[in-house]
């Protein structure tokens, strides 16, 4: 009976606790309506869109549905020896149809991916289905293979059955370096050929040694703007806030301009006899050059969030730590550099992130040797236009990239970035 | 930073040694943007400084690439300039609308999943422009939007909504909800108080964050090359292809243009933040 005394009624006779969760609900549902209509548009427009680059980077269906037939008669075939006669018939009467739709020349590059020779022994047996030189009331099996030996030779064969699967990880394992071999387990490509991997290597190594130059170089300043008066730091301020603000390519051009072998550093180096006039280094299109104008562009991410949590230290805490007996290196070391730690996190996650992803600036002050794996990425787009692998190389980068955000949020929070 | 009398000597050197490094610093921050200024002027074709601009001569300056750039012959920044406006003041306005409207969404403490939320609508900012331009590329590619400015805007927004949400939350953080409250017990409408009460009050931080998706659609040039066709060329897509290609002085000429325009962009932020935190209160 206690319990009935107990409930409150609201005026319309309902009990206020259900009013309240009603309330707190009809809120519920207002504050995500107002967040719906961009969760929407971003869902439709750029998380579907990401999504759908993996079923692009796997997707390997266009030899599946050339090729029907031949796979059917696949199943039955061990792969150890030739296949047996059906095979073959099935194989000429997908190719057959193929020809016929003038389509064979993208089967012949695809099976050309997978062994190397394709093409040629393709393109030789559709001239001779063009001119009907094949009699199908004979063996199929004996023709095809008096074409070209390489019909005659079970690797062949076998690299047409590995085509089979309509979604393959060969992409992924190509973005490593890595491919299936003959018998389907995974072989390294020669050593001399392994060019994705220096990639990756270059682009942590240069992400992390932006990430370490921008901390040497945003800690002092930062640290300055947190502690000179008002009227001082808001004028050094600029100084940060204008490149923030300034055009990614105006301050690649005028980097360019820079470092060019006739630049202004060059002629500077000249004139303190730093270096001989007629021996001027090259800073651009190499690696120093990337460095240079990377740094000075991702500076200004990591001198913001250094500015805003210093200026939060306590000056007096300094103070406090030199009357205790500490001498300057020693109240800096033990009482400010251990709370100025949230800010070198959330600036150093930050220039790495975006180092990590660096495309425009590698691609213009780069050269072959300062470029990165994103480069790499748009190479594959518009070059090549082998957007299957472009699609496994970018989800490759975004996990990295996501696994670094996700600690960037433990740590930091994402509601905690702070612009300007 | 005047060091006290009694400072010892060893300190004393390490202060000088620091404030050095500082300017140092500084000096490699801004020094860069002051190299385009003078070499824009240049009479000559080359993008090193003369030897007459070394020695002041006045002959070898000259506004002939401001000239080649505004009336030059067959040249592609009138286009571009055009194309850039139109393409940023759209996005701009689209990141205001859908960045603002979540925002205030995301500050009730009603949300649900708040911090998974925030992290998807923040993630634009983060995942590498590259994979953002690639997967942007398929999908308007499937909806036949490649090389319209309607894709372009419509990429620009996804680009330029994480700023929006993050300076009008950071705007609502210290707002009071109270004045909302007091509003509709005084009989006015949901729409009526966002109206007279709430977006006066976030104004600063809607106008700041709008400049940013300004500057993020203007300055985008990753995924507009993968988007645009010839008649949708950008000023940063100009730019990339100058400086790949033939580099002329007349890039120089809109790189001037341009840091001009980030010096007045800068100076409305720096102005709208110091009236935000003046009117939330926040005392510095």
């Known amino acids: ?420 | 930073m005047a060091l006290p009398s009694y400072t010892e000597t060893r300190y004393r050197i390490w202060h000088y040694f620091y404030i050095a490094i500082c300017t140092f610093v500084f000096f490699f921050l801004i020094a860069p943007l002051f190299v385009i200024f003078p070499l824009s002027f240049n009479a000559e074709e080359f993008l090193v400084f003369s030897e007459g601009m070394k020695r002041l001569d006045p002959d070898a300056f000259s506004f002939r690439w401001y000239h080649e750039m505004v009336y030059g012959t067959k040249n592609p920044w009138g286009l571009a300039a055009k194309n850039s406006f139109i393409i940023a003041i759209f996005a701009t306005i689209g990141s205001i609308i859908l960045g603002t409207l979540a925002a205030l969404g995301l500050s009730s403490r009603h949300m649900p999943y708040k911090g998974l939320i925030m992290a998807v609508l923040i993630s634009p900012m983060i995942v590498p422009l590259i994979i953002s331009g690639v997967a942007i590329f398929f999908f308007m590619a499937k909806v036949g939007l490649a090389a319209t400015h309607t894709g372009i805007v419509l990429a620009h927004i996804i680009l330029g909504t994480p700023f929006v949400v993050i300076t009008v939350t950071a705007t609502l953080s210290g707002f009071d909800h109270s004045v909302t409250r007091a509003a509709s017990s005084l009989g006015s409408n949901p729409v009526n108080t966002f109206m007279k009460i709430t977006l006066p009050l976030i104004l600063p931080g809607v106008i700041s964050g709008g400049l940013f998706a300004f500057v993020t659609s203007f300055d985008e040039v990753v995924v507009v090359l993968f988007l645009a066709g010839l008649e949708n060329t950008t000023i940063p897509v100009q730019m990339w292809t100058g400086l790949r290609e033939q580099l002329s002085p007349t890039i120089l000429a809109v790189a001037t243009c341009l840091i001009i325009l980030s010096t007045l962009i800068l100076v409305t932020a720096e102005l709208l933040r110091r009236r935000s935190e003046r009117l939330r209160g926040i005392n510095r």
């Open chain 1, 1 to 420: 009976m206690s319990s009935e005394t107990k409930q409150i009624l609201t005026t319309d006779g309902i009990p206020l606790e259900v009013s309240l969760k009603k309330a707190e609900k009809k809120n519920k549902i207002k504050a995500f309506l107002l967040v719906a209509p961009l969760l929407l548009f971003l869902f439709i427009t750029y998380v579907f869109p990401i999504g759908e680059m993996f079923t692009r980077s796997v997707d390997d269906r266009m030899v599946t549905n050339m090729l029907p037939k031949t796979f059917k008669a696949m199943e039955s075939w061990d792969g150890k020896e030739l296949p047996p006669e059906e095979v073959f018939t099935a194989f000429y009467s997908d190719f057959k149809f193929l020809v016929e739709n003038e389509t064979q020349g993208k089967l012949g590059q695809r099976l050309n991916k997978e062994k190397n020779g394709f093409n040629t022994i393709t393109k030789k047996l559709m001239r001779l289905i063009k001119r009907n030189k094949i009699d199908e009331s004979q063996s199929i099996k004996e023709q095809i293979m008096k074409i070209h030996k390489r019909w005659a030779n079970v690797e062949y064969w076998q690299a047409i059955k590995r085509t089979a699967p309509p979604y393959t990880m060969a992409k992924y394992l190509k973005g490593m370096d890595m491919y299936f071999a003959a018998d389907g387990s995974i072989a390294q490509v020669d050593e001399d050929r392994r060019i994705h991997r220096i990639l990756w290597l270059r682009t942590l190594e240069i992400a992390l040694f932006v990430t370490i130059f921008c901390f040497l170089m945003g800690y002092p300043i930062a640290h300055l703007l947190a502690t000179l008066p008002m009227k001082y730091s808001n004028l050094l301020m600029i100084c940060v806030l204008l490149p923030f603000w300034t055009s990614l390519l105006v301050r690649t051009a005028s980097w360019m301009i820079l470092l060019q072998t006739q630049g202004v550093v060059n002629d500077f180096f000249v004139l303190i006899g730093l270096v001989a006039d007629d021996n001027r280094p090259t800073m651009m299109y190499n690696k120093v050059g990337t460095y240079v104008a990377m740094t000075q562009i991702l500076l200004p991410f990591m001198v913001l969030p250094l500015y805003s949590v210093m200026k939060t230290i306590s000056p007096s805490l300094m103070r406090a730590g030199k009357s205790l007996g500490g001498t300057p290196f020693v109240a800096f070391w033990k009482v400010y550099f251990p709370l100025t730690i949230p800010g070198i996190g959330a600036g150093c996650l930050l220039v790495f992130i975006l180092a990590i992803g660096y495309y425009i600036t590698p691609a213009l002050v780069g050269g072959a040797s300062g470029t990165l794996i994103s480069n790499q990425i748009a190479y594959h787009m518009k070059a090549t236009l082998d957007w299957s692998f472009a699609s496994a190389m970018g989800l490759m980068l975004l996990s990295g990239v996501l696994v670094i955000y996700w600690i960037y949020n433990k740590l930091v929070g994402v509601d905690n970035i702070k612009l300007g």
